[in-house]
């Protein structure tokens, strides 16, 4: 296919000169945005940057379909910024003009214009309206025959502002024939009620976690909807069926026995009327009190975000042990949005016994001081704000647990955090959360995020997952099937520090399901360790030393390349720094390593910190370093097998 440039071209002009009759034969190129600017095309608002994209902006999904490097994608900013970029006059003298397109599929709001005389006289939107569609470019075209011979300029815009409120166009050009599909016939993307099942791609990708939870196929964020029902751990997430990027958020769903080998499941709840599934908790209706129980299986019950300006809080409901969902009322609002436009989301919701009330905490978006809302129900369907929380640290994701001081059933108290892992400890009447207002950092690493725990757990314990949010190398630059993971469980208790009550997390003891050959040492050294470590490889680790300290002390500790320092007074990592303290005289540190991640914790517990790390497949060694012959009183390293 030959094209010619119209604007910016000497060749153009000469080829058209001393060829007229090529005219009508030839594809014009009217702009290929491949340039380090718009050149003449003119911007207004702030949607399209000030140059083409290279691809996909921040917070969007993966953009394809667009030819060259560069296109137009007016997701700067993300979807509430708004613009427009008109071109230079064109003389019309193909009977068609062709272009990709894509984003979102609203008239006058979303579209691309050719105006003649100041009127629209074509347009094009892109493919989508509902949750479920594809930042894929589509190839499209209009008949222009009528409009040969007249001058017009192109429009491309973006006033709107909710749910796929971009555009994305490139390839622009004029043409004696047609190509593609016309402009009006542009289909509205995937369907997700009926998007089918995943072929098996299996786990055995090289950078596949093997014991921490991923989506069998593509992007998955928080955690939602944890909750245990007559022997099964559910696990619900945010999940983009059709996509490695952010986006389209369902509820996929995997199940386990043991919190530990899970099995993905088909969809849970799917987007409806224009609006996603964002994140949510379950519970289960022992007291039926929502009315839908059947025989004696209990009731599964989903708190969700509909996520459709105004934001509002909805309910799904199962009865077949959470194979299937059903909305409650055609997914309308059981909470209404409070006002706060889209910052209302995440709602938390348990059975609060002493007082006899269904509780929702749910998070909304205020100018500081961050605001956490309590309601009560006694129905599941009818909610009732009973108290506001406002503190500076709280934002999105809520979780609110009772846990036993020490060990103590008898001395329990309340703890609230946040999708941060920040937390204050008080006490908790059912409608009022009073603390010291003094607020406790939950994990040290960059990588846990929306954490949440298991709602009618069988044994007393509390367990709780995180996601590992962040960009993990290995995902992206591989091209593995799916992106992003999930926390290794681990049990949280409360425990009397020095410094006063306190959160401990700590790997549940299911992990040692996955034990293979290992190495204990007691009342050790440093050079005995190094030497039994060297005939020990590993690709999948629980490795746990206590070692004696001075103030002078450093100590290295390499696991797979991933270099684990311990000095004055902290591990260090990955330019982050976790407190060590002294236990007994000794720094306790466990390690888990997965082909993809590291998690540290110290102190027994105390604290954590948790890490994507980009390791090398083939390397397996494990060594233990340091500056003095330091005693190592205990040392247990064991090999994991792979969940899959």
Sequence with gaps: MIRTLVWHSCRTILLLCLFPCLMMAEDVLIADFEGDSYGDWKVEGEAFGKKPATGALGGQMDVSGFEGKQLVNSFTGGDRSTGTLTSPPIEIKQPYFHFLIGGGGYESETCMNLLVDGEVVRTATGPNRKAG?????????????????????LQIVDQRTGGWGHINVDDIFASSESQGVPASELSKGPNLQTFPSYPEVGYDQAYRPQFHFTSLKHWLNDPNGMVYLDGEYHLFFQHNPVSNAWGNMTWGHAVSKDMVHWKQLPHAILPYGEGTIFSG????????SLGVQ????????AAFTFARNPFYQAIAYSTDRGRTFQLWNEGKAVVPNQGYDAGERDPKIFWHEPSKKWVMVLWVKQAKPGRVLFFNSDDLKTWTEVSQFDRDWVFECMDMVHLAVDGDPNNKK????????????GEFDGKEFTTDKIAHRGDYGPNFYAAQTFNDSPDGRS???????GENTPFRRENMPFHQQMSFPQTMQLRTTSEGVRLFRWPVEEIKELYEEGITLENANVKSVGEKLSDFQAELLDFSIAFEASTETELL???????????DGAIHYQNHRVPAPLVDGKVNLRVLVDRASVELFTAEGQYVATFNADIEPGNKTLSVRSNENVAVPSLKVHRLRSTW
């Design 414 to 425: 309340w703890l609230l955090y946040d999708a941060s892992f920040e937390y204050e400890i």
């Design 294 to 301: 059947e025989g004696d299986t209990k009731t599964l019950v």
């Design 463 to 469: 367990v709780i997952i995180g996601w590992m949010r």
């Design 133 to 153: 569609g594809s930042e894929q470019l589509q190839r499209a075209f209009w008949d222009v025959n009528d409009l040969v011979g007249k001058r017009g300029v």
């Design 557 to 567: 500790v390499d696991l797979r390349g991933q270099q684990i320092l311990y000095d």
């Design 281 to 288: 908790t379950a519970v289960v209706d022992h007291n039926n």
